[in-house]
């Protein structure tokens, strides 16, 4: 990785860190018997996309609204921790690490002060990531208990790799819960949605760009 307008020994210490994330993510993004083949095909395009490295940028930091959420989720006795595979621990654990130097943000939808107050994102690595990068996306979003994150979609397939008690959805259909370390894959442009249940949600959620990618749609409101 190369630097861009910060010290050195700042990147350095950083560099360690989304090693061991992708490490770890890695170690979970395995296939799936229950996946589509257009779902293996996007794992392991992501898994391929995962071994270059990028570019970091330490300017574009944001300060997180949920850093109490994230401070429960990283805690090794915290309930919803707890239960949590060792793998699954070990990413909760980089993303706490890496949460100061992260481009943090929030997602307004018209009469849901609910969402905007409760969820945050943030691009790890990506074209708006703490590490530079035009052919993927790697996320993560944290939900306060009792979120509805509303219906959205994009052009870009997807993987969330679930962290937490959540619950997903497409195209408006049954709610499914993945369980902790699950997969679920999201083709091109259909519309997921997912929720939080009695305890603070994370997920990550990689997305492989095989074109310039603009920006997520809005999500819709919930009725």
């Not at 861009?4 to 989304?18: D, F, G, R």
């Not at 949590?84 to 706490?96: E, G, Y």
């Not at 997807?158 to 902790?180: F, K, S």
Request: hydrophobic share 40%; proline share 8%; aromatic share 6%.
């Amino acid at each position: 990785m190369q630097l861009q307008n910060k010290p050195m020994n700042q990147a350095q210490n950083i560099q360690p860190l989304v090693f061991s994330l992708r490490q770890h993510l890695g170690a979970l993004l395995t296939s799936k018997d229950t996946m589509s083949d257009q779902g293996q095909l996007t794992l392991g395009k992501v898994n391929e996309r995962l071994q270059t490295l990028g570019e970091l940028n330490l300017d574009v930091y944001q300060k997180n609204p949920l850093a109490d959420v994230l401070q429960q989720l990283a805690q090794a006795n915290a309930v919803v921790n707890a239960a949590l595979p060792k793998h699954c621990q070990n990413i909760v654990r980089n993303v706490s690490s890496l949460a100061q130097f992260l481009p943090w943000y929030q997602r307004s939808v018209a009469n849901n002060s609910g969402f905007m107050a409760g969820h945050c994102n943030a691009q790890i690595i990506g074209p708006q990531g703490l590490e530079v990068r035009h052919d993927i996306i790697v996320g993560v979003t944290l939900m306060r208990p009792n979120i509805v994150y509303p219906d959205h979609q994009h052009d870009p397939e997807e993987l969330y790799l679930v962290l937490g008690n959540g619950r997903w959805r497409q195209d408006q259909g049954a709610w499914h819960t993945p369980g902790l370390g699950g997969l679920v894959y999201n083709p091109s442009n259909v519309m997921h949605g997912m929720k939080s249940l009695d305890h603070p949600l994370i997920a990550l959620w990689c997305l492989p760009l095989d074109k310039p990618f603009l920006s997520f749609s809005q999500p819709q409101p919930t009725p």
